[in-house]
């Protein structure tokens, strides 16, 4: 034996394959090469017979112009089809909505709040003087 540390069970016994035909299957379109936009998935028909479907790219999440992250309430869609959706698969009931998350709206938001008040107390100042 060459594997003396291996139990003989190990061995199998016989080295007889069963031989199966492979249906082949052909293109749809003309591009024949495997780039990026030719993804392809092989499926079998209901009349048994196995054919070509061409799948999409997968389209990224719209995330936040600020943090970068995934804003919910938008549709995950490839660019073009954002042209045929509806306004409100596009965005959120909200200022910047389908731009910005929450939580960056509301740092916007408190962030002018404050620099206003820092006029006012600015401008009192000013008048006491």
């Known amino acids: 034996?060459?594997?003396?540390?291996?139990?003989?069970?190990?061995?199998?016994?016989?080295l007889s394959h069963t031989v199966t035909m492979v249906?082949?299957?052909?293109?749809?379109?003309?591009?024949s090469y495997n780039t990026k936009s030719n993804g392809?998935?092989?499926?079998?028909?209901?009349?048994g017979r196995l054919t070509i479907i061409y799948t999409t790219k997968q389209a990224s999440v719209p995330k936040c112009g600020d943090c970068h992250a995934k804003l919910n309430g938008v549709r995950v869609v490839r660019p073009r089809k954002y042209a045929s959706?509806?306004?409100t698969q596009k965005t959120v009931n909200r200022a910047y909505g389908g731009s910005?998350?929450?939580?960056?709206?509301?740092?916007?938001?408190?962030r002018a709040?404050?620099?206003?008040?820092?006029?006012?107390v600015k401008r009192v100042l000013a008048s006491k003087k």
């Open 40 to 47: 392809r998935r092989i499926v079998k028909t209901p009349g």
């Open 23 to 31: 249906q082949r299957v052909t293109y749809r379109r003309r591009l």
């Open 85 to 87: 959706l509806s306004k």
């Open 100 to 110: 910005r998350c929450h939580k960056c709206v509301r740092s916007r938001i408190v």
């Open 1 to 14: 034996l060459l594997f003396p540390f291996l139990p003989f069970s190990f061995f199998p016994l016989t």
């Open 113 to 120: 709040f404050l620099i206003e008040e820092q006029k006012i």
